[in-house]
């Protein structure tokens, strides 16, 4: 590996000189500072932009914060590809991806406060948006810039990317009636109040007001029985369509649906992840584009001019 020594012995001028030609001082000649450079490219040069951070007292890295291992499964393919976008954007800045996980709030926050005091990272993107979040919090005592990868709940002022979740309900909502005619849908959702789940949820309930449709709504959690579902759906024998929150519910819904009922219906999700092979040609998924949300995500972060500086990006969605 070539370091600075190699450059300066090559270039006839001391270690210091090289180093503060490769960071462009204005006390060391231009003519010097471009021969400098020039060997250092030639000669293949790779600068320790990790170890020039630190010397500000910052890493070159940006921490990534899950939502706690109680209430996601934190190896959904959705996570994995806000992951692959945020890492797209971060190569180009020449910084890494930390992940801070916790399967409490206590943890999580413990691990975010190791991250800045002991690795000192001082750049985060959230992979949720949750109310009263004490890591959120925190980061902001600490005047730490983050991106949220949702919309902010109690925190107006954050950064954050999002999708429109109240048009996509009602994209979904609209694709079922418009394509499938459906009289009696039913909305599939979780009980963990996340903000995006709920703002679903009222854009299908505004498109069945307008079309004077009943709504009928069927909580699936991790707690929740297989009997318990299959009871819901006995329940409500005249459903005809499903809109599920997420893929996990959907292919839940979808699996207990196929064990005990011999009709097909209309199924729409969001995220995208279930396999063509697994379902049927009519369950349906919102696409969120959750690479083109990671990467959006670290470019808020990484902005540059306060007078230019963009608040947040909404993402758009697609029904395939």
């Known amino acids: 590996m070539v370091t600075i020594r190699d450059i300066a012995k090559e270039a006839g001028v001391s270690v210091s000189t090289a180093s503060r030609a490769l960071n462009d001082n204005p006390h060391v000649s231009q003519a010097t500072r471009q021969r400098v450079q020039q060997l250092a490219e030639q000669m293949g040069y790779v600068p320790n932009l990790n170890a020039k951070n630190l010397t500000n007292g910052e890493a070159n890295a940006v921490g990534v ?61 959230f992979l949720y948006s949750d109310v009263n979040d004490e890591v959120a919090q925190w980061l902001r005592d600490q005047d730490i810039p983050f991106v949220i990868v949702g919309h902010p709940i109690d925190h107006g002022d954050d950064l954050f990317v999002d999708n429109d979740n109240f048009e996509a309900g009602a994209a979904a909502a609209r694709y079922l009636l418009t394509h499938y005619h459906v009289k009696h849908p039913v909305f599939v959702e979780s009980n963990q109040g996340w903000e995006y789940e709920m703002n679903r949820r009222e854009g299908f309930e505004r498109v069945m007001a307008a079309y004077h449709i009943p709504v009928r709504i069927i909580s699936i959690t991790a707690e929740t029985s297989n009997t318990e579902t299959i009871h819901a759906i006995e329940n409500n024998p005249a459903i005809d369509g499903v809109i599920a929150t997420d893929d996990d519910r959907a292919m839940e819904f979808y699996r207990l649906w196929h064990l005990t009922q011999t009709e097909t219906i209309p199924f729409i999700s969001f995220n995208q992840t279930v396999a063509k092979q697994l379902v049927d040609n009519e369950f349906h998924s919102i696409n969120l584009f959750p690479e083109r949300m990671g990467e959006a995500a670290a470019q808020l972060l990484f902005q540059s001019d306060e007078s230019t500086r963009a608040r947040h990006r909404l993402i758009p969605f697609e029904i395939n």
């Open 65 to 125: 914060i899950f939502p706690t291992s109680d209430r996601v499964a934190q190896a959904n393919p959705f996570y994995i590809d806000l992951l692959r976008g945020i890492n797209l954007e971060l190569v180009a800045h020449h910084a890494v991806l930390s992940i801070a996980i916790g399967s409490t709030p206590e943890m999580l926050l413990q691990n975010v406060r190791a991250m800045v005091q002991q690795s000192h990272i001082k750049k985060f993107i």
